[in-house]
Structures are given as C-alpha cells and as structure tokens.
C-alpha cells in the first residue's frame, strides 16, 4: 500500500484495516493521530497491527455515519487515548448506531472528553435504551449547545429523564438549548416539582419554558405552588394556555392564580382550556371575570364552560356603538360587551315523567279494584266515563305541574340574578327599553332569549339599563 500520508508503518499491518479505516470515513489527519498514538504503545508490529483492527472493527459495527462523526472527534479534540479506549468502544457498542452518531457528534462540538468519557456517561447505556430517539437528539443538542456537559450529565438529571418519560425528557432537553438555563432547569426543587405533577402535566410545563422562554418567571415559587394546588390535570391546561398565548405575565399574575384557586380544580381546569382554544387573555384575565369566582362556584364546572365561552368568544365592540356610557355601567378591560348567558331549565321532562307515572297508577288501579270488565256494554260505558276521567285528571295534573315548574323556573331565575348581581354582572328588563339593541334584538324584534335570557332577564351589557 502506498502510504506516504502514514509514514512508515510496521511491516505487519494490514492495508485492509487502513482501508476500512478510510472507508468509514477517517481523513489523513486523524490517521496520522492514530498511528502516532498506537506506534508509542505498541511493543512490536503485530501489537500494532491489532488495535489498527480493532478501530477499524468498532467503525465498521457502528456504521458509516456514528463513524465519522467519531473520527472527527479525534481529529477535533486530538484525544487519540480517551477515544480509542475499549472503555469508550463497549458504550458505543452497546447503544444503538444513532445515538453513538449523536454522542460523538456532541464530543467534537463541545471537545469535553473529559465529562462524555467519564464513568457515570459510559455506564449509562441503560438510560438511552429508556429515552426514545428523539429525547436522545435533544438530549445531545443540550449539551452541544450549552457546553453544560458535566451538569447535563450528572446522575440526578439522567434518572429525572428516565422517571418522566420520553415525551417530557424530549421538552425538558429542549428548553435547555432553547434557554441556556442550566442551572435553573436541574435545580432540585424544579426536578421535584416536575415528578409531583406527573408526566404529561411536566411536558407542558418544560414546553412552556421552551417555547416562551420565560424561565424566572415559570420557575418561581409562587407558580409551582399554584400548580401543586390546583392539581396535575388543571396545571397542565394552564401550562398549555401559557405555551399556547404567550401571556405569561398575565396567565401567572396573582388574580389569576387566586380566581382559579377558588373556583376548583375542575373549573380551574375548564378556564385555561377555553383560553387556551380562544387565545381571549385580555377578556377572560379582565377584573370583571376575576371577580365572578363566587357565580363559577355557583354554576358548577359544567355550566362554567358556557360561561367562559361565551366571554372568550365575545367580539370586543366599540362602547359607542351601542353601550350607553353610564356611570354605573360596569368597566370591562377588554370591553367585553356580551355576556351569553347559560341554558334556563324548563322542567318540561319533569312534567312528562309526572304525567306518566301518574297515568299508570290510574289505569292500574282501574283495571285491578274498579272490575271494568263486568259486561261488555257495561264495560263500554264505563271506559268512556274513566278515559273521560282519566283526561281531566292530566289536564288538572298538568296545570299543577306546569305551575310548580314556572315557580320552580323562576326562582332558579331570581337565585341565578341575585348572584350575578353581586358579583357585578347586572341583569335588566330588556321589554322596558326601545327594543333597538343590534346585539339581543332581531330585526323582527325577537329577543334573543336562547342567548341573553328571557327578556326580563337580559344580561347583554350593550343595551343594558339600570337593574330592575
């Protein structure tokens, strides 16, 4: 073999290993480093000529690309004795081909042979057979972009990865190089915090570091308590909302976090949702909604979701429009207009089940102790007289009915107005005024009633009047 870029080789080696050298894509220079070092410590040319085979037998079983990127690494980082260490090979060896790629990708981009060669990496095989590949890729780009690789390569961060999963190790990598927050993000308390809350709420946390790059903020105190306290479902919703809308001082400020905490989890859980899906911050942040924990309370989790809805949806309008500029008309930071109302119960399923079961009790009683089958002409005459019987028992039975459901509507309508009132969303007698509110009145002058309530009740804040 012609081998003027080799020098002089012992006469033993092999041109087969330089050819698999050169064919995995070692250059001149990093051959030159190799020989250099394994000349010095080869005691004769067959000592030589077999660990010249075996660097050409770890190129050639971790494939093509991982073995370019480790011949670069020796040509980069000159450290000829750490990389050809049979340490170093047996971690190769025992990850697959795509992360060995990435792992000597990351030792020529930060040139910390030291901490990727140390101990604790190369016993750590077992924790990339636990991260799927794309964790992997984040894992290595961290440490590239950082240059953190003894931070990101201590026990506690490998086994954090490993206890949250691939999905939420792959955003916890990410927000390292998307932030450079390396000291914040392997905190112990941060750690703590994110096995507390669970997996998927922890993904969209470390995804909400990433992608706002809020890091003082979404590390502070005050919010991982928050999260702890309204529990791993709502905090991942609100986490999301913040990823989502980019509202981080508004999303983490204390009116926020104590309207949430006081609605319950559940409905905690329905309001990051819906801003989440409606990107309405300003409107559903407003002191206004802030100030309606007590009617969210009130109307249960379920109801809540029409309601925060109905805000999040709302169109901001100009107040001169059609708002008639009154001192006691409610201020609205985001001039939310509208408020939808909630669906009012009519009881009519109530009335049919009563007109029912009392219709069965009739006709079993009739047919059981009334002998209506004496006879069949007799019998005639009596079923005429008990079905004629029989209807003015339902239609008295109906009128009753119909008039505890109206009872029963109205005070449902008066507890559900002395509630919003006091939290300062105000009904009025929409019948009273000129009927010309572009927003509940249609051009045949119908009231909106599947929107704003009955017309006695409006709660559209355009047209609104004082509260009857």
Same mark, same amino acid.
Request: hydrophobic share 45%.
């Given at each position: 073999?012609?081998?003027?870029?080799?020098?002089?080789?012992?006469?033993?080696?092999?041109?087969?290993?330089?050819?698999?050298?050169?064919?995995?894509?070692?250059?001149?220079?990093?051959? !030159?480093?190799?020989?250099? !070092?394994?000349?010095?410590?080869?005691?004769? #040319?067959?000592?030589?000529?077999?660990?010249?085979?075996?660097?050409?037998?770890?190129?050639?079983?971790?494939?093509?690309?991982?073995?370019?990127? &480790?011949?670069?690494?020796?040509?980069?980082?000159?450290?000829?004795?750490?990389?050809?260490?049979?340490?170093?090979?047996?971690?190769?060896?025992?990850?697959?081909?795509?992360?060995?790629?990435?792992?000597?990708?990351?030792?020529?981009?930060?040139?910390?042979?030291?901490?990727?060669?140390? @101990?604790?990496?190369?016993?750590?095989?077992?924790?990339?057979?636990?991260?799927?590949?794309?964790?992997?890729?984040? &894992?290595?780009?961290?440490?590239?972009?950082?240059?953190?690789?003894?931070?990101?390569?201590?026990?506690?961060?490998?086994?954090?990865?490993?206890?949250?999963?691939? @999905?939420?190790?792959?955003?916890?990598?990410?927000?390292?190089?998307?932030? %450079?927050?390396?000291?914040?993000?392997?905190?112990?308390?941060?750690?703590?915090?994110?096995?507390?809350?669970?997996?998927?709420?922890?993904?969209?946390?470390?995804?909400?570091?990433?992608?706002?790059?809020?890091?003082?903020?979404?590390?502070?105190?005050?919010?991982?308590?928050?999260?702890?306290?309204?529990?791993?479902?709502?905090?991942?919703?609100?986490? %999301?909302?913040?990823?989502?809308?980019?509202?981080?001082?508004?999303?983490?400020?204390?009116?926020?976090?104590?309207?949430?905490?006081?609605?319950?989890?559940?409905?905690?859980?329905?309001?990051?949702?819906?801003?989440?899906?409606?990107?309405?911050?300003?409107?559903?942040?407003?002191?206004?909604?802030?100030?309606?924990?007590?009617?969210?309370?009130?109307? #249960?989790?379920?109801?809540?979701?029409?309601?925060?809805?109905?805000?999040?949806?709302?169109?901001?309008?100009?107040?001169?429009?059609?708002?008639?500029?009154?001192?006691?008309?409610?201020?609205?930071?985001?001039?939310?207009?509208?408020?939808?109302?909630?669906?009012?119960?009519?009881?009519?399923?109530?009335?049919?089940? #009563?007109?029912?079961?009392?219709?069965?009790?009739?006709?079993?009683?009739?047919?059981?102790?009334?002998?209506?089958?004496?006879?069949?002409?007799?019998?005639?005459?009596?079923?005429?007289?008990?079905?004629?019987?029989?209807?003015?028992?339902?239609?008295?039975?109906?009128?009753?009915?119909?008039?505890?459901?109206?009872?029963?509507?109205?005070?449902?309508?008066?507890?559900?107005?002395?509630?919003?009132?006091?939290?300062?969303?105000?009904?009025?007698?929409?019948?009273? #005024?000129?009927?010309?509110?572009? &927003?509940?009145?249609?051009?045949? !002058?119908?009231?909106?009633?599947? %929107?704003?309530? &009955?017309?006695?009740?409006?709660?559209?804040?355009?047209?609104?009047?004082?509260?009857?």
């Amino acid at each position: 073999m012609s081998n003027g870029w080799l020098g002089q080789p012992p006469q033993h080696a092999d041109e087969k290993a330089f050819k698999t050298l050169v064919k995995a894509g070692c250059g001149q220079d990093e051959i !030159h480093l190799i020989v250099s !070092h394994i000349s010095k410590d080869s005691k004769n #040319g067959d000592d030589w000529a077999k660990k010249l085979y075996d660097i050409a037998a770890f190129a050639k079983t971790i494939g093509i690309p991982a073995a370019k990127d &480790y011949f670069r690494a020796i040509g980069e980082t000159k450290a000829v004795a750490e990389l050809t260490d049979e340490r170093v090979f047996n971690f190769a060896k025992s990850i697959d081909p795509h992360t060995a790629e990435w792992y000597f990708w990351t030792i020529w981009g930060t040139k910390a042979v030291a901490e990727l060669t140390a @101990d604790r990496v190369l016993k750590s095989a077992e924790f990339f057979k636990a991260i799927d590949g794309l964790a992997t890729v984040e &894992y290595f780009l961290a440490i590239r972009e950082t240059k953190a690789a003894a931070e990101l390569t201590d026990e506690k961060v490998l086994n954090f990865a490993k206890s949250i999963g691939s @999905d939420a190790a792959v955003d916890y990598f990410g927000a390292f190089w998307e932030t %450079r927050a390396v000291a914040k993000l392997t905190e112990e308390r941060i750690l703590d915090f994110a096995r507390s809350i669970g997996s998927d709420a922890a993904r969209e946390y470390f995804r909400a570091i990433r992608e706002t790059k809020a890091v003082e903020e979404l590390t502070s105190e005050r919010v991982l308590t928050f999260a702890k306290t309204i529990g791993n479902i709502a905090a991942e919703d609100c986490f %999301r909302a913040i990823r989502k809308t980019k509202a981080v001082a508004e999303l983490t400020s204390d009116n926020v976090f104590v309207f949430a905490e006081s609605i319950g989890r559940n409905a905690a859980k329905e309001y990051f949702r819906v801003i989440e899906s409606t990107k309405a911050v300003a409107q559903l942040t407003a002191e206004s909604v802030l100030d309606t924990a007590g009617v969210v309370r009130a109307i #249960g989790s379920d109801a809540a979701v029409d309601y925060f809805l109905a805000i999040g949806e709302s169109k901001v309008e100009d107040s001169s429009a059609g708002m008639a500029k009154d001192a006691s008309s409610p201020t609205h930071e985001a001039t939310v207009q509208i408020l939808s109302t909630l669906d009012i119960p009519t009881y009519n399923g109530h009335r049919v089940l #009563g007109l029912l079961g009392l219709s069965a009790f009739f006709w079993f009683y009739v047919f059981q102790y009334a002998g209506l089958g004496i006879g069949v002409s007799r019998g005639l005459l009596d079923l005429a007289i008990v079905a004629g019987v029989w209807a003015c028992m339902l239609y008295i039975a109906n009128f009753l009915l119909g008039t505890i459901a109206q009872r029963s509507i109205e005070q449902f309508v008066q507890r559900r107005r002395r509630l919003l009132n006091e939290h300062g969303i105000p009904w009025h007698d929409c019948l009273a #005024g000129d009927k010309q509110c572009r &927003y509940c009145w249609s051009t045949g !002058h119908s009231h909106a009633d599947d %929107r704003y309530d &009955y017309g006695r009740f409006c709660r559209c804040l355009a047209c609104r009047t004082a509260p009857s």
